[in-house]
């Protein structure tokens, strides 16, 4: 069974960094995968953050290009989330989605992605 379990979230304060880790059990880093980050804030819906297309192509959300970088490390099935320059809008939930067949186009799509982990809090202080 699929396990995505994420890890590294924290209250941190404006400007600071957190690295989010996601590690997916039993699920194969094979070429035809995608991946992503999501985030939710209390009242708003869940969005995109930064995923990792099928093609292998990195795709980041306007609000957080330059800031965050998505990453990968198939040795240690793990996706990670580096977050610079926080700001006190990217408090939120984060969560990591994965499945296969992701298109660059549609990464940012919540039903694109069949496994989901439980989420991590991102608190950041102004």
């Known amino acids: 069974q699929v396990q995505l379990v994420e890890s ?17 059990s039993e699920f194969t880093f094979d070429e035809y995968y995608g991946m992503a980050w999501f985030r939710q804030a209390p009242g708003k819906e869940r969005e995109g953050v930064a995923g990792i297309d099928s093609d292998g192509q990195n795709r ?6 330059g800031r965050f970088t998505i990453s990968k490390d198939k040795a240690k099935n793990t996706l990670y989330l580096q977050m610079n320059s926080l700001k006190p809008e990217d408090s939120a939930m984060y969560y990591c989605a994965a499945d296969y067949y992701v298109g660059g186009s549609s990464w940012s799509h919540e039903v694109e992605y069949k ?4 989420g991590t809090q991102v608190t950041v202080s102004s």
Request: charged content about 10%.
């Open 115 to 118: 496994y989901w982990g439980q």
């Open 60 to 65: 980041y959300a306007d609000s957080v290009k």
């Open 8 to 24: 590294g979230g924290g209250s941190v304060a404006a400007g600071g960094s957190l690295r989010l880790s996601c590690v997916l």
